[in-house]
């Protein structure tokens, strides 16, 4: 979305520019020329200020760039007359996007005010009041959508952190659990075999001894890990559906999640944790979407997700199939 959006921006400030160069070419036929090459040497330098703000950044060498567009505009403006203001709104957005606050405000103020000063000055004070205003709205125009857009960019990849740090949580959490559950029975394991290979030249009853809990042993531990194992799977797919309920939250969706109790799916296949993933990221990118149904259907082998939302039909992720 957020890519589509910038080029929608680069367009409008494309468009905006266009109109203002085709008033100036329609009223002062004579200086077309003059007035089309100047837009083609600062237009270029404007929209990159636009694509870098978009994306979060300042243009390198942005303020050297500023400070060679409102050259050319401003020493322009005593050539090609009043209709030349409006190159001032292009210049008043590149300020706001480029330049830090601090100076930015005083700067943006400054060519606000220059078309009214002028038409003062010079006993045009209807179009300069007009002029004043297009610097104003249109320079906010222009820079207000770049920085939403970069905002949207900055939430997504806060989302991708979050279910970034998920993921790290939960395998620190099963890595702590396997070690305290499994890593001391296996110390014993190999302790008592290595105390059964000592023993059984000098005493074979104690090591067959030693040998048949080492095998007693390695069965419980066996037993526990494939329990432990099973509990995972049906904690992690849990835990990735909550994640994925807290995820479309952070958008403005408002999601419910419907789980069944107790161990409603022991082993989920990777195809439906990866169509679970897939489903989420869809709507992620949807901008119409507003509520959304998270529900757990089934249980074992036949157990199904199903993404259940008001604006478009059920999106379903099953064990056996994936439909959507």
């Known amino acids: 979305m957020s890519g589509s959006a910038t080029s929608i921006v680069v367009t409008a400030s494309a468009f905006i520019v266009a109109v203002g160069l085709l008033r100036v070419v329609l009223q002062q036929p004579a200086s077309a020329v003059t007035a089309v090459l100047a837009t083609a040497a600062y237009l270029p330098l404007h929209l990159n200020h636009v694509r870098h703000a978009a994306h979060g950044r300042r243009a390198p060498h942005g303020a050297w760039s500023v400070a060679v567009m409102a050259t050319i505009i401003l020493a322009l403006l005593p050539v090609l007359g009043v209709q030349w203001f409006g190159a001032l709104y292009p210049l008043g957005a590149s300020v706001l996007l480029v330049m830090r606050p601090r100076q930015a405000v005083p700067v943006f103020a400054a060519l606000v005010a220059l078309p009214g000063v002028a038409g003062v000055l010079l006993g045009g004070l209807s179009w300069g009041i007009y002029f004043s205003?297009?610097?104003?709205?249109?320079?906010?125009?222009?820079?207000?959508?770049?920085?939403?857009?970069?905002?949207?960019?900055?939430?997504?990849?806060?989302?991708?952190a979050v279910a970034g740090q998920a993921v790290v949580r939960e395998r620190m959490r099963v890595e702590e659990t396997l070690w305290r559950t499994l890593g001391s029975a296996l110390e014993d394991i190999a302790a008592g075999g290595a105390l059964a290979a000592r023993e059984v030249t000098t005493a074979p009853d104690q090591a067959e001894h030693q040998l048949r809990g080492v095998i007693r042993t390695a069965r419980d531990t066996l037993a526990?890990?494939?329990?432990?194992?099973?509990?995972?799977r049906s904690t992690g797919l849990r835990s990735e559906l909550e994640s994925a309920a807290a995820l479309l939250r952070t958008t403005g969706i408002e999601v419910r999640l419907v789980l069944p109790p107790g161990e409603w799916l022991a082993a989920p296949p990777a195809a439906l944790q990866a169509e679970v993933h897939g489903q989420v990221g869809r709507l992620l990118r949807r901008d119409d979407l507003r509520h959304c149904t998270i529900r757990v259907v089934g249980r074992g082998g036949d157990a199904r997700v199903e993404f259940l939302t008001s604006d478009v039909p059920a999106q379903r992720s099953s064990a056996g199939e994936a439909t959507t």
Not at 133 to 153: C, E, K, N, Q, Y
């Open 133 to 160: 205003a297009g610097v104003l709205l249109f320079g906010l125009m222009l820079a207000v959508p770049v920085w939403l857009v970069a905002t949207v960019r900055d939430l997504r990849a806060a989302q991708s």
């Open 224 to 232: 526990e890990g494939r329990r432990l194992a099973g509990g995972f």
